[in-house]
């Protein structure tokens, strides 16, 4: 006969064990909460990190600056410096994003084959304007250089802070949002205001450039442009010149139609990621 060994359980002791898993398991709950509180106190977490970061903040106002040049006339840049303000808010904007770089010990810079082609075009421009401050119009040649600094700024400033595809898309599309919006009002020029600005014109030219504060002697040079250009149908929107308004449109509309024709032809572009260095 075969022998059977049987193991006797004790109900006390199985409740003790019971209650002591229970303890356990109720300490590494509350170990983990107060894991987690720390975490978010001292802002190691993802989220709050995430929340944190002021880098949307900046690649929103570098954005907005970008939009905000062509709705200002900047042709005459060179004799009035119109356009320095944004230049000087660009220059801002960067000693704000240094300071906090320096501060939260932040990621390396990036620096590739076209930030050094563009670094290098910024020099050959510092140095022929330098240059032409001693040989011609000293204030014209700064006032086009510091135009260009305002340039260069905004292009470092979108390399440093864009870092993902969906990011960039977006910008691209704010631009060509811009430029649509451009396009409609040249529309709205050439269909109401031009023509209602040729009628106004034709009844009273000496009191409509004095509302405008402008005044031509009649049968002068400067008289007869203006008389030529207001019989223009060409429309120029916030330029001062159609050709300014086709300098922007023209590369945009490039751009979109090339996203039109080619944006589904390579769908792994389209996941998001970080932008390639």
């Known amino acids: 006969m075969n022998s059977r060994t049987f193991q006797v359980i004790d109900p006390m002791s199985s409740r003790k064990h019971k209650s002591k898993d229970r303890?356990?398991?109720?300490?590494?709950?509350?170990?983990?909460?107060?894991?987690?509180?720390?975490?978010?106190?001292?802002?190691?977490?993802?989220a709050v990190r995430r929340q944190n970061d002021p880098r949307p903040w900046f690649l929103a106002?570098?954005?907005?600056?970008?939009?905000?040049?062509?709705?200002?006339?900047?042709?005459?840049?060179?004799?009035?410096?119109?356009?320095?303000?944004?230049?000087?808010l660009s220059l801002l904007l960067l000693a704000v994003w240094s300071i906090y770089l320096l501060r939260s010990g932040g990621r390396a810079l990036r620096f590739g084959p076209?930030?050094?082609?563009?670094?290098?075009?910024?020099?050959?421009?510092?140095?022929?304007?330098?240059?032409?401050?001693?040989?011609?119009?000293?204030?014209?040649?700064?006032?086009?250089?510091?135009?260009?600094?305002?340039?260069g700024v905004g292009f470092f400033l979108l390399r440093q802070l864009v870092?993902?595809?969906?990011?960039?898309?977006?910008?691209?599309?704010?631009?060509?949002?811009?430029?649509?919006?451009?396009?409609?009002?040249?529309?709205?020029?050439?269909?109401v205001e031009i023509p209602e600005m040729q009628r106004d014109f034709a009844r009273d030219a000496e009191g409509m450039m004095r509302s405008e504060g402008l005044w031509y002697e009649p049968g002068s040079v400067a008289r007869e442009q203006f008389d030529q250009r207001l019989k223009s149908h060409e429309p120029y929107a916030t330029f001062a010149?159609?050709?300014?308004?086709?300098?922007?449109?023209?590369?945009?509309?490039a751009v979109a139609v090339g996203l039109a024709l080619f944006s589904g032809t390579n769908p792994s572009r389209d996941r998001e990621g970080a932008v390639g260095e």
């Open 23 to 46: 303890n356990e398991s109720r300490a590494s709950s509350g170990a983990t909460q107060i894991d987690a509180s720390v975490a978010a106190a001292d802002g190691s977490s993802p």
């Open 163 to 191: 870092r993902t595809a969906r990011e960039a898309r977006a910008i691209v599309a704010v631009m060509i949002a811009l430029g649509v919006a451009l396009a409609g009002y040249g529309l709205y020029q050439y269909a």
């Open 241 to 253: 010149l159609t050709n300014s308004l086709a300098g922007y449109l023209a590369p945009w509309l």
């Open 114 to 151: 076209a930030d050094a082609a563009v670094l290098v075009l910024l020099l050959l421009h510092t140095a022929s304007a330098l240059w032409a401050t001693k040989t011609g119009n000293a204030r014209a040649a700064l006032n086009v250089l510091w135009a260009w600094v305002g340039m």
């Open 61 to 88: 106002v570098v954005t907005a600056l970008f939009v905000a040049r062509p709705m200002l006339p900047s042709e005459s840049i060179a004799q009035s410096g119109e356009g320095t303000m944004l230049v000087m």
